[in-house]
């Protein structure tokens, strides 16, 4: 099971140039620049309303830019849309799916949607690969929200995607569902070498499991860089928590 890297060569595995969206008078992303490279698990950091969803909806082409272009896997998420569909998996913070069918059942149905041809033998591998086995024929509706979690991500990946997208994926979780959350986000990384963008405000969490962060304030990257480059640059602070808050209080400071 390894996640087929395909597309045009050399090309990062997000690319945002110039990104802007605007909800009626509202600009919520303002010329947006970033380049994730294929095999990284990027964090993107903000304050609720900084604009994380909205680029992530751009991203898998569940809405279009007002201005700017934006590509996955070297494909155009305007143009070339169902190329992007087919590379990309997608974990929203609101997993939805049918409460009077199995876990299985779900599956099946997502994956026949994707378009896999032998759609009993993905989805039993990758029951089997996250674990889930015992949860593979229990109705979804009785699932607790880990458990929804977890078959959310069987669904997003059943189709082995390039890059997956997780929004606020921490939402709702315990600290046993947070812990088995982050391992399964570095074994797909690691073993499937899936490219992870993951929306979120867990900082911790950031800090033990992604390579790379990104900030956005009010709809603009105020900052992007490696982990270790952070922790680095901010030498003094005594948590990421720390770090994040002072890159918001420098741009604030710099706006005025």
């Not at 939805?96 to 779900?106: C, F, S, V």
């Not at 109705?139 to 929004?167: C, K, N, W, Y």
């Not at 922790?231 to 928590?241: V, W, Y």
Request: net charge negative; hydrophobic share 40%; aromatic share 6%.
């Amino acid at each position: 099971m390894n996640a087929t890297t395909t597309g045009p060569a050399r090309t990062p595995a997000v690319e945002l140039r110039q990104l802007s969206h605007r909800y009626d008078s509202q600009l919520v992303l303002r010329s947006v620049d970033l380049s994730i490279e294929r095999g990284e698990i990027f964090g993107f950091l903000g304050h609720n309303g900084a604009g994380k969803t909205t680029a992530v909806n751009i991203l898998t082409t569940l809405i279009e830019p007002t201005a700017g272009w934006a590509s996955v896997c070297g494909f155009d998420v305007v143009t070339a849309r169902s190329e992007v569909t087919q590379r990309i998996g997608y974990l929203p913070s609101d997993v939805r799916m049918y409460p009077h069918l199995t876990a299985r059942e779900n599956l099946e149905f997502f994956a026949a949607l994707s378009g896999l041809v032998d759609v009993s033998t993905a989805v039993s591998e990758t029951l089997d690969y996250l674990d889930c086995g015992p949860l593979a024929d229990r109705r979804v509706g009785s699932f607790s929200t880990g458990m929804r979690q977890r078959i959310g991500i069987a669904q997003a990946i059943v189709h082995r995607p390039e890059v997956l997208f997780l929004d606020e994926p921490t939402s709702g979780l315990d600290p046993v569902g947070v812990r088995q959350l982050r391992e399964t986000i570095q074994r797909l990384n690691r073993e499937l070498g899936m490219t992870v963008f993951m929306n979120t405000h867990l900082l911790s969490e950031v800090a033990k499991v992604c390579t790379t962060i990104g900030v956005l304030n009010h709809g603009e990257l105020i900052y992007k860089d490696t982990i270790e480059a952070t922790t680095s640059r901010f030498p003094d602070e005594a948590s990421l928590e720390d770090i994040y808050v002072k890159m918001e209080a420098t741009s604030a400071g710099a706006a005025t």
